[in-house]
């Protein structure tokens, strides 16, 4: 059952926020070799936040810049960008605009569609609060944490290998994992 009404938030303010990149992350990880995964980041990504009076009146739109992908692997890295997977070239971001947020169950779900490689496709992200706080420059702040897990193959991302030891080099299934720290824009 999804609930509709008006939700309080302890320390929680409406107002536009802006990401803060030096203490937030988008991360993602797929299953690799069939025995472990990968995990890598987008380093250059920008996103803000309009927290309505309501907190499921809100909304977000972010975006990551593909040539800022990271696996800690330079030749990986570069192979991402490239045709085979995401195209940096011809599709340069990632991007995700909400459609809506909910709560079921006491739990904060933010509805939105996400574009790879030009494909949109609609998503669910798990949104959980971390808590809201002053820094010491003053800056009111946000901290939560965004989770879904997509299939490659909806957004055009079909690149695999077929293992000796049987199976395939790469899991269809991959888990985008958001840690974010946002400022309130100071009117």
Known sequence: MTETTAVSIPGYKAGTWTIDPTHSEVGF???HIMISKVKGTFEKFDATFVTGENPLDSSVTASA???SINTNQA?????LRTGDFFDAETYPTID??????????????IDGNLTIKGVTKPVTFDFEFGGFGTDPY??????????????????????????????????????????????????
């Not at 605009?97 to 709560?103: A, D, F, I, N, Y």
């Open 75 to 79: 030749d990986r890295d570069g192979h």
């Open 138 to 187: 003053g800056n009111y702040k946000a901290g939560a944490t965004a989770k879904t897990e997509v299939t490659r193959a909806d957004f055009g991302l079909t690149y695999n290998a077929a293992l000796e030891t049987g199976g395939m080099l790469l899991g269809e299934k991959v888990t985008i994992t958001i840690e974010l720290q946002a400022a309130l824009n100071q009117a």
């Open 65 to 67: 810049q593909v040539v």
């Open 96 to 109: 995700f605009v909400s459609t809506g947020v909910r709560q079921v169950k006491g739990d904060f779900l």
């Open 29 to 31: 990880s797929i299953r």
